[in-house]
């Protein structure tokens, strides 16, 4: 079996855009809270959950940290509803994402997160599983909770290897 490979890159929210959102405190807040002591960085993300009487609900993920090397082997995707991951530690995570191609996953593409930053992955979005790089690999999740089917998984008949590229962080 051969192996096709992927360098990662930097998450910035340019790149990511197709796919959705970068959520970091950058720049100036939005407006200040709490008798001025607290910068809120307003609305970052687009939320989407309420598909087929879904609603929102935060919950928590507890993954086992991986490598470099990374054998992406499968991609999974949310039909009915978006998908936040805000890490509960300043290590960085791999995200990995492909663009939709009629129905099925595209190429791949890997994004090495900095330090604070977290993803909010748009509706039916094609996406790696949630891959830590340290322990603990503890992330808050906002997403759809509710009926109907919401997970498609493709497996690729070629994995792919993905590397850390010399310009990411970690």
């Known amino acids: 079996m051969t192996t096709r ?10 790149a990511f855009a197709p796919f959705g959102d970068v959520l970091e405190a950058t720049g100036t807040p939005d407006r200040l809270i709490n008798q001025d002591m607290c910068g809120r960085y307003h609305d970052r993300a687009r939320l989407e959950t309420e598909a087929e009487g879904g609603k929102a609900g935060i919950s928590l ?12 082997d499968m991609v999974e ?10 890490p509960m530690s300043l290590a960085p995570f791999l995200v990995i994402v492909c663009p939709d191609d009629n129905g099925k996953p595209g190429a791949p ?15 039916g979005t094609w996406h ?11 992330f808050s999740v906002v997403d759809r909770i509710g009926p109907g ?22």
């Open 149 to 170: 089917d919401n997970l498609e998984e493709v497996w690729f008949d070629e994995p792919w290897t993905v590397i850390k590229g010399d310009e990411s962080p970690a």
């Open 5 to 14: 490979t992927i360098v990662t890159e930097p998450l910035t929210a340019g």
């Open 128 to 138: 790696g599983v949630l891959t830590p790089l340290e322990d603990p690999g503890l």
């Open 61 to 72: 993920f507890l993954s086992q940290k991986r490598s470099f090397p990374y054998l992406l």
């Open 109 to 123: 593409r890997a994004f090495l997160t900095s330090p604070g930053q977290g993803i909010n992955l748009h509706r």
């Open 77 to 86: 995707r949310h039909p009915l509803g978006s998908q936040a991951f805000l």
